[in-house]
T-cell receptor
């Protein structure tokens, strides 16, 4: 089993839709969690950190479920510009905090 | 201010050759990471530096790969006897502090390596 797993998609949604992605991780001792966004042939950029209590940034909401070992990203009112790959990142525990990336979930928002 | 820069942006080489990939992190960032990203996959960790020393090189696939950061700023990833399977985008990232439990990593644009 991979350390961090994501459904690669693509998720194909119309503008204005609400879409949610999940990401599961295998190391129960993992300490910190993030969502990154990567546009085609560009570098990843931090979208948001994920906190235990859940957090929201505009149309984006991230949640962490430690018991089931998954994090989620909810995007409301999708825009064409949200089309990208969304990468889940889990920092491996144990002193080194090595960032482990999922393979990413592709989102396509169409008119 | 300037972000993370990487050179070259593209590198085409022949199987068996030696290549060097360079990363200039954001000024003042103490932590520097190298990743490799293949098509359809997320970035795969290779090595990170805290200052000049390699704090964890557990992601380097074999002894053909080596990285240095002699003055705690610029880093060079070196690949000997390149193989076709080394073809990928090599990403560098830096972050301000260590440990990066919650710190943002800033990525460079990557070097696309193609081994013929």
């Amino acid at each position: 089993r991979k350390e961090v797993e994501q459904d690669p998609g693509p998720f194909n949604v119309p503008e204005g839709a609400t879409v949610a992605f999940n990401c599961t991780y295998s190391n129960s001792a993992s300490q910190s969690f993030f969502w990154y966004r990567q546009d085609c042939r560009k570098e990843p950029k931090l979208l948001m950190s994920v906190y235990s209590s859940g957090n929201e940034d505009g149309r984006f909401t991230a949640q962490l479920n430690r018991a089931s070992q998954y994090i989620s990203l909810l995007i409301r009112d999708s825009k064409l510009s949200d089309s990208a790959t969304y990468l889940c990142v889990v920092n491996r525990a144990g002193g080194s905090y090595i960032p482990t990336f999922g393979r990413g979930t592709s989102l396509i928002v169409h008119p | 201010g300037a972000g993370v820069s990487q050179t070259p942006s593209n590198k085409v080489t022949e199987k068996g050759k030696y290549v060097e990939l360079r990363c200039d992190p954001i000024s003042g960032h103490t932590a520097l990471y190298w990743y490799r990203q293949s098509l359809g996959q997320g970035p795969e960790f290779l090595i990170y530096f805290q200052g000049t020393g390699a704090a964890d090189d557990s992601g380097l696939p074999n002894d053909r790969f080596f990285a240095v950061r002699p003055e705690g700023s610029v880093s060079t990833l070196k690949i000997q006897r390149t193989e076709r399977g080394d073809s990928a985008v090599y990403l560098c990232a830096s972050s301000l502090t260590w440990p990066p439990k919650t710190d943002t990593q800033y990525f460079g644009p990557g070097t696309r390596l193609t081994v013929l």
